[in-house]
């Protein structure tokens, strides 16, 4: 099976052009689309996202005790 990556965008909404494709014609391929993701942007949102879930009040009460109890469980199926 031949794989290819192809990196274009979108120039009109809802319509999407290959081209330069090595297939033959009548060839059967799969064709999965995603957009691109900005990890380094991602990452500092996430990063950002952790220290505010961090500081809301109720996390400071959560012990250790209580997060390996809680995996436990949920490993348990509880």
Known sequence: METMRKDVVIQERGKLMLTGLP???????????????????????MRALFKRTQALPQAKTISDEDIQAEIAAYRAGR
Do not use: I
């Open 23 to 45: 297939f033959k014609k009548g060839e059967a391929v799969e064709v999965l689309v995603r957009a691109k993701v900005d990890r380094k942007k991602l990452a500092a949102e």
